[in-house]
């Protein structure tokens, strides 16, 4: 299996894994200038190159562990990257700590987990099969 990257820029550092046993790819800002993002806002970070995943491949970004625990995170969470899009991979940053944050031009600022992304028939039924758990959620099983 390939993905394919192409460049978009110059200055942009490709996907790479760090060890052999790294599970993600880290991802490597696009910038001209160092990037300050004041507390609570959001920047969206290029990072300089597109890329094709194989069908039925995914691609699932993630913050770093390491800026996330300083606060700056991928805005919503996890970012899906599908395997139809072609367009310039972006990361949106957020800035959950209480003072400036800035990334550096060529800083890892997140990471891509690839996963299968099945693509099961969805059918509206009128019944659903039952469960020992039924309909309970939200801390029903426990804290």
Do not use: H
């Not at 052999?20 to 200038?33: F, I, Q």
């Amino acid at each position: 299996m390939q993905i394919k990257w192409k460049r978009l820029s110059p200055q942009a550092v490709l996907p790479q894994k760090q060890t052999a046993g790294s599970a993600g790819y880290d991802l490597a800002a696009c910038l001209e200038e160092p990037l300050t993002i004041p507390p609570g806002e959001m920047e969206m970070v290029p990072l300089g190159f597109a890329a094709e995943l194989p069908q039925g491949l995914a691609g699932f970004v993630f913050s770093r562990s390491g800026l996330g625990a300083q606060g700056l995170v991928v805005a919503q969470g996890v970012g899906v990257i599908d395997s139809d899009y072609r367009g310039g991979w972006m990361v949106p940053l957020r800035n959950l700590s209480g003072q400036d944050k800035t990334v550096e031009p060529g800083q890892r600022i997140a990471q891509v987990v690839f996963m299968a992304a099945a693509e099961p028939e969805a059918v509206e039924a009128e019944e659903l099969s039952p469960t020992t758990r039924g309909r309970g959620g939200f801390g029903s099983t426990g804290l």
